[in-house]
C-alpha cells in the first residue's frame, strides 16, 4: 500500500510539474537567440522531449531555435534547468553518480529503479557516468582550492602507487604487455592518497584518522624527460592533491612510496 501511495503521490507532483513549465512560453517569445558558438538562431517553433526526473518521466515542450549554416538546434530553457544534452533532471544525475560510484552500470540501474523508482537504462547511467567523470577531470585539472575551513593535523601523509586494472581489447591496442606474446590485458591505473595519523589505538600505535584519508587517481604518465620544462600529468595531479590538503604546510610530511615513484616529484616546489 505504501509504495502505491508513493507512486501516486510521485506522479500527481511530476505532473504539476510538468504542467506550470510548459504553461511557461517566455522562453520563445525572441525570433533569435545566440547558439553556444556566439552566433544568431531562429526561432523554430515548440519542441516535446521527455525527462527523467525524481517525480517520474516528465514531457516538456520547449522553444526551438534552428541554425541552417549548421543544421543544428538547440533548446534554451534546457540550459536554464541544467539539462544541457541530457535527458535526465540534475536530481537524477546526482543518483546516477553515486550509484556508478559504487556498483556497475546494471546494477546501478536496478537500484535507481528499486529504491528511487526512477527508470535510468544500464548505457544511460554509463554515458552520464562517463560524461561526468570527464567533466569532473577537467575541473579537477583546472582548481585545487585549499580545504581550508579543516584543521591542519601536525603531520600528513603522502601516499603514492600503481597498480594494473583489466582493460577491453580496444582500449590496450598496441601496448606492451606481460603476456608471453607482449600484449597486455591491463594498464597501471597510478593513485595518490593523503591522510592523517594523530589517533592512537589501544596499545598507543598510530591508527590513520577516521574520514582524514582523499584519493587522487587516474590512467596517466609519470614520466617526464630530464629536458622537460613541465612535470607529467600524474606529478601534476600529485601536486594538486597536495595544494588541496595543504600538504606542504603540516608541521611535519611524510611520503611513502619506492624510490621510482617518490623520484617523480623531484622537481616539486619545497
Known sequence: MEAAVRRQALHLAGRAVEQRLNADHSDGQATQARCGCGQLARYAGRRTKTFASVLGPLKLQRAYFHRAARGQGFCPRDRQLGLGDTSLFPAVTRMVAAVASMVSFQEGSQLLGELAGVVVEARQVQRSAEALGQEIAGDERLHAQPLEQTPLPATLYLGIDGTGIPMRAAELQGRHGKQPDGTAKTREVKLCTIWSAEA???????VRDEGSVSYAAAIESAATADTGETSAAFPQRVLREAARRRFP????????????????????PR
Open 200 to 206: 592512537r589505538d589501544a596499545q598507543g600505535r598510530p
Open 249 to 268: 604546510q603540516a608541521e611535519r610530511t611524510v611520503v611513502l612510496g619506492t624510490r621510482v615513484q617518490i623520484s617523480c616529484l623531484s622537481n616539486f
